[in-house]
C-alpha cells in the first residue's frame, strides 16, 4: 500500500433516520486502528457530524481499505441536493509520558502531589500504534447514535 494517505468518503446514503458513509482508505495498513471524524452538510442547514475509531479491514481487488459508519444529522438532509462531506482518517498512536524529577515544581500544591502551574511531563516512556480495536457495539435493537463509527447492519 503507498505511504501517502488518499482517503475519502465514496458515498452516503440515507438509513434509518442516520447517515451511512462508506469510506475509501489508502495509506493505512490491514489490522492498524485508524481515527476517523468528520461531517456531512447540505446548502440548507443539513449536518451529521461522525467520530470513531475502526479497525483498517482487509483490502479489496483495487488495493484499498474500505470502512463504515453512520452519524444521526441534527437537521433534515434533503433529495435533490449535493452532500460535501468533510473527512479526517488519522492513525493512532498511544504516548506514556512521564515526569523529570529534576523539572519537578518545587511550589506546594493545594493538596499534596497535585498538579499545578510549571508541572510537565516531558519523557516519552513508550509510545506505539494501536492494532486491533473493536468500538463498542450500540445496546440491542438501537442504531448507532450520532458521533459513533462503525458498521451499520
Do not use: C, H
Not at 515526569?99 to 511550589?107: A, G, H, I, L, N
Amino acid at each position: 500500500m503507498p505511504d501517502s494517505s488518499n482517503s475519502y468518503v465514496t458515498r452516503a446514503d440515507f438509513q434509518n433516520e442516520v447517515m451511512v458513509f462508506s469510506v475509501q482508505l489508502e495509506g493505512f495498513n490491514v489490522g492498524e486502528a485508524v481515527e476517523l471524524s468528520g461531517s456531512a452538510t447540505q446548502n440548507n442547514g443539513a449536518l451529521a457530524s461522525f467520530y470513531g475509531i475502526q479497525t483498517v479491514p482487509a483490502l479489496n481487488p483495487q488495493g484499498l481499505a474500505e470502512l463504515t459508519l453512520s452519524a444521526a444529522p441534527s437537521a433534515p438532509f434533503r433529495e435533490g441536493e449535493d452532500v460535501t462531506v468533510v473527512l479526517r482518517a488519522a492513525k493512532v498512536w498511544v504516548t506514556v509520558l512521564g515526569e523529570d524529577p529534576d523539572e519537578r515544581s518545587q511550589v506546594g500544591g493545594a493538596e499534596a502531589g497535585q498538579a499545578q502551574d510549571g508541572t510537565a511531563w516531558p519523557k516519552v516512556k513508550r509510545e506505539t500504534a494501536i492494532r486491533g480495536y473493536a468500538p463498542p457495539a450500540p445496546p440491542a435493537g438501537q442504531a448507532p447514535s450520532g458521533g459513533q463509527a462503525g458498521p451499520v447492519a
